[in-house]
């Protein structure tokens, strides 16, 4: 029984017109974002969200130099996006691997200059265990809404002394899920699960994924780790 049936007929009518009702897969609604269309993601935050595409189509900036820093020699960008983090670890002289689900992130990184791959991080990749460096930037360590399961994924692909480079949340985040679902135009997603990991929580994390936390820090209100073996 829905809510709706407890409504007055006109409270309805206004439920469901503020409901977007067409469904679209994640990467149609992703792809769109890319290309300037307005998208928002629910139930990840208190409110609904717009995601940061400005952000992301913009070149790395001084944060995101100071997390990419953290890198060393070949890395895999998981999540890659638009590939603005790929691009610049291109320009600091890494071998680099772009790598997102999405066509559209893939084809704009490719137009930065990057070597991309559209593909889940948990099918085959090129090189695995021979990494020096995986990167889950912009949250990305909540893909699919089991870190553990994610960085165990990611310590495969680096070698016995490669690490894992992860942005968190903030203290007292501890670790979240969530069923989220994107939403655009009168266009919604089906629920994804993602979750959200703060830094008093990534040394359980990391331990549970058989990873040790190398490092924790901050710069200017960004929390990161360095993650090995």
Known sequence: MSTAEFLPESETRSLRAEEPHVHATFSELFADALRGVPCSVRG???DEELLPVHHWLRPADRSDRALLQLCEGATMDVGCGPGRMSAYLRELGNHVLAVDIVREAVEQARRRGVPALRRNVFDPMPGEGHWDSVLLADGNIGIGGSPIELLRRCGELVHRSGRVVVDLEAPGTG????????VSQGRRTSLFPWAQVGTDAIEHVAASAHLVVERLGEHHGRWFAVLTH
């Open 44 to 46: 990840v935050y208190a």
């Open 175 to 182: 670790l979240r899920t969530h069923e989220a679902r994107l």
